[in-house]
Nanobody, 115 residues
Framework: QVQLVGSGGGLVQAGASLRLSCAAS????????MGWYRQAPGKQREMVAT???????NYADSVKGRFTISRDNAKNTVYLQMNSLKPEDTAAYYC?????????WGKGTLVTVSS
């Protein structure tokens, strides 16, 4: 079993920055792609950013230029640096990881951006 524990959410004003972290633990032999999704109230979960083991990143258009995803393979941890936050970034953010073809999800960490 694999556990993903995310942290770093909070309440900030528009224009501020936050950094989310997510550490994987458990029966890990190799982790594939890792990433972040988010779900705002009343909306479907959407991809925010993903990164492969080769550090190839993919971003949603809405966050390009503001968010940066990175990973530390030695620590089995993925990060999401969020700058210039907007009220529309308010959502529960979920980290995810592929381990031997199985997708695992962490519990959401809430990000609230006030205007």
């Amino acid at each position: 079993q694999v556990q993903l524990v995310g942290s770093g959410g909070g309440l900030v004003q528009a224009g501020a920055s936050l950094r989310l972290s997510c550490a994987a633990s458990g029966s890990i032999f190799s982790i594939g792609a890792m990433g972040w999704y988010r779900q705002a109230p009343g909306k479907q979960r959407e991809m925010v950013a993903t990164t492969t083991t080769a550090d190839t990143a993919n971003y949603a258009d809405s966050v390009k230029g503001r968010f940066t995803i990175s990973r530390d393979n030695a620590k089995n941890t993925v990060y999401l640096q969020m700058n210039s936050l907007k009220p529309e970034d308010t959502a529960a953010y979920y980290c995810t990881a592929l381990v031997r073809g199985v997708r695992y999800w962490g519990k959401g960490t809430l990000v609230t951006v006030s205007s």
